[in-house]
């Protein structure tokens, strides 16, 4: 089994930086990547960003260039640097974590808290 963190949540104003860490904790051998994902009230879960165990990372949609993924091998922590906050990204932000040749996430955190105002 896998177990997964989000700390670093915070009430932050546009324009402001925020960092998330994700702790992975457990058979962390099995893991193959892990990805950031957000969901805002009333909308659908969506993907934010990954880095595979490589240390290669990729962010999607409107994050892409203001969000960066990173992982600390020694510490097996994952990292979701936050630049250029602003109030639409607003949301509950979760680290998930994914076996070699897997289709789905396996493994979720608890999530983390992200409010950006105006």
């Known amino acids: 089994q896998v177990q997964l963190v989000e700390s670093g949540g915070g009430l932050v104003q546009a324009g402001g930086s925020l960092r998330l860490s994700c702790a992975v904790t457990?058979?962390?051998?099995?893991?193959?990547?892990v990805g950031w994902f957000r969901q805002a009230p009333g909308k659908e879960r969506e993907f934010v960003a990954f880095v595979n165990w490589s240390g290669v990372s990729t962010a999607y949609g409107s994050v892409k260039g203001r969000f960066a993924a990173s992982r600390d091998s020694a510490k097996d922590a994952v990292y979701l640097q936050m630049d250029n906050l602003r109030p639409e990204d607003t949301a509950i932000y979760y680290c998930a974590a994914k076996k070699p040749n897997s289709g789905v996430y396996d493994y979720w955190g608890q999530g983390t808290q992200v409010t950006v105002s105006s």
């Open positions: 457990g058979r962390t051998f099995s893991i193959y990547l």
